[in-house]
């Protein structure tokens, strides 16, 4: 079974509703307007909503005509990114400076898509907890998944499982991936601040460069994953920011490095940090300078459940036809991974079609492909339908 039918049928309304979405793009926790839209339409089809969860977060929940108690949940992402847009079509953001850049705007449709049909038609047993996340993008213990959670979200509404999906340029429309086990990485953060005394250039004997020191900084860290990992064990360090002085001829007297870390075990993430600290004094108490460090847990990894995985590959195959179940695992983070660490579920991954001329995540040319709705709204579907027939 490709589709289902019924989705089908109003596409060109998940169209609509995708174009609106995109052409008003709100950053995290600002998402006013779209969370009234959503909650709009939730009450439209006769769901039951409740609105401000973790800011501006929406949940609606459906009970099915089916006998039995299980509670599944679907979540999508609402928040847009701050880019500029680039593309110049009749649904480009209308807001300066916002952009659905990540393809939220999609994830909201099919979620609404699938919620319109689950709606209709009831065809399942127990309930369906309907998750719309703010502030993704924010990310880590402030982000829309871990503050749904603090307050209450899994609390007030019982999931026995959860479910979410990522549009992914560069995967054909029509085609899906999940895997069980970890999927994505975990992400931290670090800054190095390296610090002396300052002095002038043509006299560097007078007290630590910091600029040098840095530099050696940069360089030692990549023997982190080089050389301190175990070589099948992914791990990357990357240092993103370095700032420090404003004249040609001071020696300044602070330079600050600020970069992430992204890992899949939970051995290779906690190597990371005690190495930054032991590279960056060692080599700051090398050359006379200060050095303070800061490290930031933020993104668990993200982690499949294996039954949860079988049934989104279940439900994934009657709409994709098949599902690829070994897709290269990436270092990108993602929030669903705090719903992940709470409930067991599965995080997959839907094709967008070509990621070429700027069709990329957070690229000022990107767009939710719209072909990908259909496709979306009706696994969404299908995972809650098959699910009930699974637990009877
Ligand atoms: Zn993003
Ligand atoms: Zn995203």
């Not at 099915?64 to 299980?70: I, K, L, Q, W």
């Not at 509404?157 to 085609?175: S, V």
């Not at 005394?197 to 043509?202: P, Q, V």
């Not at 709409?319 to 067991?344: C, H, K, W, Y």
């Amino acid at each position: 079974m490709p589709i289902i039918n019924r989705i089908a049928e109003f596409h060109d309304d998940m169209i609509q509703w995708r174009h609106h979405l995109h052409a008003h793009p709100e950053l995290s926790y600002q998402e006013n307007e779209t969370a009234k839209f959503v909650a709009e339409k939730l009450r439209s089809y006769g769901i039951e909503v409740t609105e401000g969860i973790g800011g501006t977060g929406v949940v609606g929940i459906l009970h099915g005509t089916e006998p039995g108690g299980r509670s599944i949940g679907l979540r999508a992402d609402m928040d847009a990114l701050a880019i500029e847009e680039r593309n110049d079509f009749a649904h480009r953001s209308t807001h300066d400076g916002v952009m659905h850049a990540c393809g939220h705007d999609g994830h909201t449709a099919m979620l609404l898509g699938a919620a319109r049909y689950l709606a209709e038609t009831r065809n399942f047993a127990g309930r369906v907890v309907f998750i719309f996340q703010p502030a993704e993008e924010m990310g880590g213990e402030d982000g829309g998944a871990a503050r749904m959670i603090r307050e209450g979200l899994f609390d007030t509404f019982r999931c026995d499982e959860i479910y979410g999906l990522h549009n992914w340029p560069g995967m054909e429309i029509g085609t899906f991936a999940v895997k069980a086990g970890p999927m994505m990485a975990s992400g931290d953060s670090f800054e190095i601040e390296v610090s002396s005394t300052g002095m002038h250039a043509a006299q560097p004997q007078k007290g630590a460069d910091v600029v040098l020191t840095a530099g050696h900084i940069l360089v030692a860290l990549q023997q982190i994953s080089a050389r301190n990992t175990d070589p099948l064990d992914a791990l990357v360090v990357s240092a993103t920011q370095i700032h420090g002085g404003d004249a040609y001829n001071v020696l300044p007297n602070k330079v600050t490095i600020r970069g992430t870390v992204r890992a899949f075990s939970p051995g290779a993430r906690a190597s990371a940090e005690p190495a930054i600290r032991r590279i960056a004094e060692g080599i700051a108490a090398s050359t006379g300078a200060q050095c303070q460090i800061s490290y930031l847990q933020q993104y668990p990894t993200l982690v499949n459940s294996q039954s949860a995985a079988r049934s989104a590959e279940a439900a994934g195959s009657s709409v994709f036809g098949s599902v690829e179940t070994n897709p290269p695992q990436t270092m990108i983070v993602e929030d669903f991974a705090f719903m992940l660490e709470d409930r067991p579920g599965c995080y997959g991954w839907i094709g967008n079609g070509p990621d070429d001329n700027g069709r990329i995540l957070h690229s000022a040319w990107f767009d939710f492909n719209d072909d990908a709705l259909p496709f979306g709204a009706s696994y969404f579907a299908a995972l809650a339908e098959a699910r009930w027939q699974e637990a009877q």
